[in-house]
């Protein structure tokens, strides 16, 4: 069946929840402070007394998820946006890559550069870098040209500098990509994009990051399909509850799972007793391959589709502050990493034990700290250098859709 395009201008709620997993990504890298030397984790999380941990404990250990939300929010967003343009000749590649590359380019040029004095104070004192290694001219260059998760690097996911803008170079390959699917006129093939998401599987076993991304991205769009085959039934309102609940019902699921393991301790005694040779250590891999899948897979496809229902009636999450977290979510994840090296520059020069990192109001001011020069930064350097490149690259050229709304994704 071919579906109608549904009407919704933008998804609100979908922005506010980017804004979420950037944030979920920042508690989970705070861990970062607590390894030997900044470098070498030797000890589990738990023991690291992590601020909030007994609160935040399932955010701490699953921020991979957040990570694999972006991709699984740009899939959909792009396909829902940009994919027919694209297919009737109303987007050429200049105008969109020009779009999607100053959107990418100008917070990751700066983040680089600013990673870099950082990390040489950080040697200068410890004699070591924080956390990230291959910090070199050849890593500078694949940064620099947004390639270093392309397989070009020395080691295998060891990209160098910033190190979360691995998500950036993997972000750009998959604008290429989906702009060849589309361009072909191939966006609309459910069985292509099914062959890419299991693609993405196999690929992750051989190159994590571009097997996460590809997997993530077309599974998103497989769940903007299903959003807009579901827009064109009558009965929208009440499909719309049904997979409310639905959503709702896994995350439940998801929750008790985590904090009392009723699943994990059925699956074992059953695999015990079904195949009483396999160690518990092949039987924890198979489960979390399993768990690990059923979430990517199932659970978080599902919460966009239920936002982007639920937006689709009643416009969805539009509260101020959801919106200015959206906004400046990319700011947010890339200009972390520097900001925390930044912190334990400060740390080590006034002398601090490694302790202040367990308080909460450290991270809470670290938060605060984070969250205002992002906000800055998208508003006052972000925009107005993107508005200045794009007037630059692309000459009299206007847009169809007002330039306030068009996906940042």
């Not at 549904?6 to 950037?22: K, M, V, W």
């Not at 991304?213 to 009558?234: M, N, P, Q, R």
Request: proline share 4%; with cysteine; glycine share 4%.
């Amino acid at each position: 069946m071919t579906s109608s395009k549904p009407s919704t201008l933008y998804f609100f709620s979908l922005d506010a929840i980017r804004g979420f997993a950037a944030l979920i990504v920042v508690l989970c890298h705070w861990q970062f402070f607590f390894y030997k030397d900044y470098t070498v984790q030797t000890a589990p999380l738990e023991d690291f007394h992590l601020p909030l941990y007994s609160l935040f404990s399932i955010l701490y250990h699953h921020a991979f998820y957040a990570v694999d939300l972006f991709f699984l929010l740009s899939g959909f967003i792009f396909f829902w946006f940009y994919a027919e343009k694209i297919a009737r000749g109303t987007t050429n590649f200049n105008y969109f890559i020009t779009y999607r590359f100053t959107r990418l380019y100008p917070v990751h040029v700066l983040s680089l550069l600013a990673i870099i004095p950082l990390q040489m104070l950080m040697v200068k004192q410890s004699g070591h870098t924080f956390i990230i290694q291959n910090n070199d001219y050849w890593h500078f260059l694949l940064n620099l040209l947004v390639i270093h998760s392309w397989g070009f690097e020395k080691t295998p996911a060891l990209n160098g500098f910033n190190g979360p803008s691995w998500s950036v170079s993997v972000e750009l390959l998959l604008y290429l990509l989906f702009f060849l699917i589309a361009w072909r006129r191939l966006h609309n093939k459910k069985g292509l994009l099914i062959l890419l998401v299991v693609a993405g599987a196999v690929i992750q076993a051989i190159y994590p990051m571009i097997g996460q991304g590809i997997y993530s991205f077309f599974l998103g769009a497989l769940v903007y399909h299903i959003y807009s085959w579901l827009c064109t039934k009558k009965n929208f309102r009440s499909l719309t509850r049904n997979v409310a609940i639905a959503a709702a019902l896994l995350w439940c699921y998801i929750l008790l799972e985590y904090y009392f393991s009723f699943t994990r301790q059925l699956f074992f005694s059953f695999t015990h007793k079904v195949l009483p040779a396999w160690k518990d250590d092949s039987i924890e891999k198979i489960f979390y391959l399993t768990t690990n899948t059923f979430f990517r897979t199932i659970v978080s496809p599902a919460t966009v589709l239920v936002l982007a229902m639920a937006e689709t009636i009643k416009s969805g999450i539009r509260a101020k502050w959801t919106q200015v977290l959206g906004n400046a979510s990319y700011c947010l994840y890339l200009i972390h990493f520097p900001l925390m090296v930044a912190t334990a520059v400060l740390v080590n020069a006034l002398g601090l034990p490694q302790t202040i990192f367990q308080s909460p109001l450290t991270l809470l001011a670290f938060y605060g700290v984070l969250i205002t020069l992002s906000i800055l930064g998208h508003y006052y350097f972000e925009l107005p250098v993107q508005q200045t490149l794009r007037q630059k690259l692309i000459k009299k050229r206007k847009s169809t859709v007002p330039a306030a709304i068009i996906p940042e994704g």
